[in-house]
């Protein structure tokens, strides 16, 4: 069932609360892939009914990003959802998101602004503000959903860190399921921009993967020292690649790490021409 207003949305979930049902909620761009379904399929398994969002959210993107250009295949998207066995697909627009006028700035609309010690960080320093649109967008579609559970894919690891927290530190009774990265047999993390990559910068694009199972390799020898572990990288580039971040981070706060241990989480983001890819590791065995 494919929708476009939130009036519909919140008149199907009371029908479906009144009879006891729980709720899934799959927050998504659209663009969906093997890696969405998981979450999808975890939600039907776990819940009685399963709501996909499907929203090119505006305020998380940074001045010059792909916010044009990014993939919207709404047809494809909803014949996956149906087929998965998703009860509500809900594709809004920015106007039924942020009301009319839609003036999309923190001057005239209500942000979700997260603590500063997890943003300004990995993705969050490039991407100054992403964060902020990101936990306003959920905080909404929690708000218009009322799920009891809402699942997120561990390759955007630091968002999914935010958002637990967002959820803990506002008292939101929802629980947030952590679902992990999927991957091309290449070992590729799939993301909706791998859309943007060609076959070339596809094999290019396996250094993140590459660089991240040898460190855990490592890692699993008894290499301890982050910087050494950094150290093991460098022969996976080549002048295709241009590398933002290579970074050991605590799995629950995102604190720099400079002795890796089982809670570490070893964080990458790289640049292939104009795409910019982010992959993860924990090193928990």
């Known amino acids: 069932m494919l929708v ?3 009036s519909e949305v919140r008149e199907k979930v009371r029908e479906w609360k009144k009879q006891g049902l729980t709720v899934g909620l799959v927050p998504t761009m659209g663009a969906l892939h093997a890696g969405h379904k998981s979450l999808i399929d975890k939600s039907v398994e776990k819940c009685d009914k399963t709501v996909v969002s ?3 959210n505006p305020i998380q993107f940074c001045p010059g990003e792909d916010l044009d250009k990014y993939p919207r295949t709404l047809d494809a998207d909803e014949k996956l959802c149906n087929e998965a066995g998703v009860d509500i697909v809900f594709a809004p627009s920015p106007k039924e998101m942020y009301g009319e006028g839609h003036i999309m700035s923190n001057d005239f609309l209500t942000y979700v602004i997260p603590p500063f010690f997890y ?3 990995l993705c969050g ?7 902020d649109g990101v936990c306003t967008v959920v905080n909404k579609l929690f708000n218009i959903v009322q799920p009891d559970f809402a699942f997120f894919g561990e390759k955007d690891r630091q968002q999914l860190i935010i958002l637990k927290k ?3 530190d506002l008292n939101i009774p929802i629980e947030i399921i952590s679902c992990p990265i999927v991957r091309e047999e290449s070992g590729l993390a799939l993301s909706s921009r791998n859309k943007y990559l060609s076959e070339e910068d596809k094999k290019d694009a396996l250094a993140l993967s590459k660089i991240l ?3 855990k390799a490592c890692y699993n020898k008894g290499v301890t020292d982050c910087n050494a572990l950094t150290e093991t990288a460098y022969s996976y580039l080549n002048q295709k690649h241009s590398l933002e971040y290579l970074e050991f981070r605590d799995e629950n706060d995102l604190e720099e ?4 241990d089982d809670g570490t989480i070893v964080f990458i983001a790289l640049k292939i021409g104009e795409v910019r890819l982010i992959d993860n590791i924990s090193l928990r065995a």
């Open 257 to 260: 790490k400079k002795t890796a």
């Open 119 to 121: 943003v300004n960080k």
């Open 213 to 215: 199972f040898n460190i």
């Open 4 to 6: 476009h207003t939130i």
């Open 54 to 56: 499907v929203f090119v």
């Open 125 to 131: 320093k490039s991407r100054v503000g992403h964060f």
């Open 166 to 168: 967002m959820v803990n």
